[in-house]
């Protein structure tokens, strides 16, 4: 479990990162497509960390878990196509940015909630 909270600590660090090196070398030329791609990977991971932090905040409040690995709950696939989408960046804009969408990623697969 402390892993699990340990990938979720370090989502937004990496999102930070991302978007800062993204901002260096958007200048320097980086094609627009390219940036949409990755900013939107950027994006899905954005507000998948969000739901997942309210979800936490949902239970210490209320005490029970939201559906978050059930039928309804397939959570982990956009967190998959953010991966993809963080090919659109280079350099370590891309490292960063698969990291963040990895962590997440994984951070799905684990979570057992009963």
Known sequence: MIEVIFSYLAIPVFI???CREWLKSFRAGFS???SFLGLTSLLIVS???LFILLSFI???IDGCWPNL???AGRNYL???AAVL??????GKARLYGMAASVLLTFGHL???VR
């Open 32 to 34: 627009y497509w390219r």
């Open 16 to 18: 930070i990162l991302a």
């Open 69 to 71: 690995t059930g039928e």
């Open 58 to 60: 949902t239970h210490a």
């Open 47 to 49: 507000a998948n960390w």
């Open 85 to 90: 989408l963080a090919f659109g960046f280079r």
């Open 78 to 80: 956009p967190s998959v």
């Open 110 to 112: 684990s979570i057992d």
